[in-house]
């Protein structure tokens, strides 16, 4: 089955500090893929979504000078938390989709859980 | 806003059906339904999706009311492993839009008793 990876799986740093987090299909290429944000107890949130080559679309109130979106390849999305502060302490979790299959689902990544000291 | 709603938690025992309900009363003709779960500290797991028909796959089955506007996930045999929240999804936007996405609801928390 179709394979997301993610990494890391847990980063734990100093405020300030700025944190990239990469998403990665393993075994199928795809041109759109997602980044979500979960708070303990609560459901995920859509952040933005992440298009091979060009720039990422994001949820109203996500900062796109605070969440950079890089979709480089079809198989690599990165996510840099910038200048990161106790409050974005979060599960951040990616999904992708595989290119020209419109109704096949997402599959996620198994979530990176970032905590800012 | 989540185009769906499920109750908010469910029981069930080990070794029966675990019948999960979902409303999507707004779903559009040719959207689908994605069902995901998600196991503590884990990304959501893919389930089974569908449009129309019932589906059948390892994991469940799908029910689908002819009217399309709600559904049920069936997991047939459920073990303490399948102890999870499950979040019933209706894809949002349109693909040649490039406007697909997910809006995940609250989901329902199962929980499968001994």
């Known amino acids: 089955g179709a394979v997301v990876s993610q990494h890391p799986s847990r980063v734990i740093c100093k405020s300030g500090t700025s944190v990239k987090i990469e998403c990665r299909s393993l075994d199928f290429q795809a041109t759109t893929m997602f980044w979500y944000r979960q708070f303990p107890k609560q459901s995920l949130m859509l952040m933005a979504t992440?298009?091979?080559?060009?720039?990422?679309?994001?949820e109203q109130g996500v900062e796109k000078d605070k969440f950079l979106i890089n979709h480089a390849s079809l198989t690599l999305s990165t996510l840099t938390v910038t200048s990161a502060h106790p409050e974005d302490s979060s599960f951040y979790i990616c999904s992708a989709r595989a290119a020209g299959s419109s109704n096949q689902p997402q599959h996620f990544g198994d979530g990176t859980r970032l905590s800012i000291l | 806003d989540a185009k769906t709603t499920q109750p908010p938690s469910m029981d069930c025992a080990e070794g029966r059906a675990a019948n999960l309900p979902c409303n999507h009363s707004?779903?559009?003709?040719?959207?689908?339904v994605y069902w995901y779960r998600q196991i503590h500290s884990q990304g959501p797991q893919y389930i089974i999706h569908g449009l129309k028909n019932n589906e059948t796959n390892e994991m469940a089955s799908l029910i689908i009311t002819e009217d399309r506007k709600s559904s049920t996930l069936i997991l047939p045999h459920a073990t303490l492993r399948d102890t999870a929240v499950y979040y019933c999804?209706?894809?949002?936007?349109?693909?040649?839009?490039?406007?697909?996405?997910?809006?995940f609801g609250t989901g329902t928390r199962l929980k499968v008793l001994a």
């Open positions: 992440s298009n091979e080559g060009s720039k990422a679309t994001y």
């Open positions: 707004t779903i559009s003709g040719n959207e689908y």
């Open positions: 999804i209706v894809r949002s936007g349109g693909f040649t839009s490039g406007t697909y996405k997910y809006i």
